[in-house]
């Protein structure tokens, strides 16, 4: 009975963890007659872009060889991957947005940046599914005990700011409604590497694009006021 609850605990406080760092705090509100200006910080800021890039097909052969590994016998061999289709799923970017924000009365009007800075999806797998093709040394696909070579097609944040715009309504109660549009640019990175002791290990990332990506979106949030100056609360 104590384990269970230790562990319901545990859960409790990542849940409470992850709200607080999927936040968004309204810092330096001032203002006063029904206007207010103010600077609004997300810490952690998750995207979703499902299917964001179907299948790649037909990639070059230079890019399909990958050498043994160098703690492998034949190290440096380089071995050729069969040409398959990939399919990198959806792509989560993290990355921390800031923007100044002037409200009136219910409605609030934000403009300022975001910055990703790594992806949660989607990763290099074990097999020849999904974003990754693999082959044994001996050039006989996928055995299981055998040291492998891979590559696999994902998607990476490029590391470069990119600016969003917002507009948020206040239904009461510490709940609002809001919708934006946001830019963002993003890498498609083809990765090798090796599939040795049930372990990924990467070799070399190479890009093949960079892409500009543009999403509106809209969502729900609940906001607590902390001070007359700080608000804090959380979006879906």
């Given at each position: 009975m104590q384990s269970r609850f230790n562990f319901l605990k545990g859960v409790a406080r990542l849940f409470f963890a992850l709200l607080?760092?999927?936040?968004?705090?309204?810092?330096?509100?001032?203002?006063?007659?029904?206007?207010?200006?103010?600077?609004?910080?997300?810490?952690?800021?998750?995207?979703?872009?499902?299917?964001?890039?179907?299948?790649?097909?037909?990639?070059?052969?230079?890019?399909?060889?990958v050498p043994i590994n160098p703690a492998d016998p034949g190290a440096g061999t380089p071995i050729l991957i069969p040409n398959g289709t990939v399919e990198l799923g959806s792509f989560i970017p993290v990355g921390t947005a800031i923007s100044p924000e002037v409200t009136y009365r219910r409605l609030t009007l934000r403009a300022g940046g975001l910055f990703s800075w790594e992806s949660v999806l989607p990763k290099p797998i074990e097999g020849s599914t999904g974003s990754t093709q693999e082959q044994n040394y001996e050039g006989e696909g996928r055995t299981v005990g055998a040291a492998l070579v891979y590559y696999a097609v994902l998607s990476r944040p490029s590391h470069t700011p990119g600016p969003f715009v917002e507009l948020e309504f206040r239904a009461g109660h510490g709940?609002?409604?809001?919708?934006?549009?946001?830019a963002s640019w993003e890498n498609v990175v083809l990765q090798q590497g090796w599939d040795r002791y049930d372990a990924l290990t990467a070799y070399k990332n190479i890009t093949l694009s960079h892409d500009l990506i543009l999403q509106p979106y809209g969502g729900i949030r609940w906001e607590l006021p902390v001070s007359r100056s700080w608000k804090a609360g959380t979006f879906i």
């Open positions: 607080l760092l999927t936040s968004s705090f309204t810092v330096l509100a001032f203002g006063s007659s029904g206007w207010q200006f103010g600077l609004d910080l997300r810490p952690l800021n998750f995207d979703v872009y499902p299917n964001f890039l179907p299948q790649v097909s037909q990639i070059p052969a230079s890019l399909r060889t709940f609002s409604v809001l919708v934006g549009d946001q």
